[in-house]
Structure formats: C-alpha cells, structure tokens
C-alpha cells in the first residue's frame, strides 16, 4: 500500500511536470506565426498565435487592383494565415494535452476555414437541404 508521504511525492512530480509542460507550450505558442501571401503575389500577410495580423505587405499589383477586390482579397489571405496558425496551435496543444475536452475546447475556438463558415454542413446528400427549409410557392 502506498504511503502518503510516498502519495504526496508523487503527486509533488506530477505538478512539476504539468508546470514544465506547461511553460513549454506556452514558450512554442509565443513564438509561432503564420505568413501568407496571396495565389498571384499582390499582398502578403503575416499573424501572430492569437491570429491577430501582425503584418501586411503591398506590391505595386495590389495597389492597381479596385477596392473591392483588394479588399476581399486581403480577407481570404489573412483567413488563410488564421486557419495556418490555428492548424500550430492545435498542433502544439495535442502534443501537451492530448485528445479530450481541453483538446476539444481549444479546437472550438479556432478560426474557420477560409470561406467556411461555423457549422457549416459539409457535402452530403443535396435532397435532405430541400426538406431542411422547403421552397414555398404562393
């Protein structure tokens, strides 16, 4: 039978480790981020671990393109920054957490997908979106 003082120094260890590991990931998500820049060059975007655009370069292209267009197109690059350190930062969790809810808590709170948005049903069959919300005709 295990002793309490015996209880207690295991226990003391498990602490340390969890704090080890924990000042570990901390130090890994701190230093991470993400860069991106879009399909034809015109702009770069850079993110910080929190997803938080740290940086944003023009080319001469980009400042060319209509507004709208740039705009947009500014969008889906930093979302595709976001969904690239996001993919890190659940990365480097399930190498200290593992699968389970904190695992699962930390991937609910992740950025989409570049156009995808929360929820989203993902392919299936096209009928079951009929009887989801029926056309009516009056």
């Given at each position: 039978?295990?002793?309490?003082?015996?209880?207690l120094?295991?226990?003391?260890?498990?602490?340390?480790?969890?704090?080890?590991d924990?000042?570990?990931?901390?130090e890994?998500?701190?230093?991470?981020?993400?860069?991106?820049?879009?399909?034809?060059?015109e702009i770069?975007?850079?993110?910080?671990?929190?997803?938080?655009?740290e940086?944003i370069?023009?080319?001469?292209?980009?400042?060319?393109?209509?507004?709208?267009?740039?705009?947009?197109?500014?969008?889906?690059?930093?979302?595709?920054?976001?969904r690239?350190?996001?993919?890190?930062?659940?990365?480097i969790?399930t190498?200290y957490?593992?699968?389970?809810?904190?695992?699962d808590?930390?991937r609910?709170?992740?950025?989409?997908?570049?156009?995808?948005?929360?929820?989203?049903?993902?392919?299936?069959?096209?009928?079951d979106?009929?009887?989801?919300?029926?056309?009516?005709?009056?």
């Amino acid at each position: 039978m295990e002793t309490a003082a015996q209880w207690l120094a295991d226990y003391d260890e498990r602490l340390a480790r969890a704090a080890a590991d924990a000042k570990a990931a901390n130090e890994s998500l701190r230093q991470m981020s993400a860069t991106v820049t879009s399909p034809r060059g015109e702009i770069t975007v850079q993110v910080g671990p929190s997803g938080a655009m740290e940086d944003i370069r023009l080319t001469p292209a980009a400042r060319a393109m209509e507004a709208e267009k740039l705009a947009q197109l500014i969008l889906t690059t930093s979302q595709e920054a976001q969904r690239k350190v996001g993919a890190q930062v659940v990365e480097i969790m399930t190498e200290y957490v593992g699968e389970g809810p904190a695992l699962d808590f930390v991937r609910a709170n992740m950025p989409p997908a570049a156009g995808v948005e929360p929820g989203a049903r993902s392919g299936g069959d096209e009928d079951d979106d009929f009887f989801d919300g029926p056309v009516v005709i009056v």
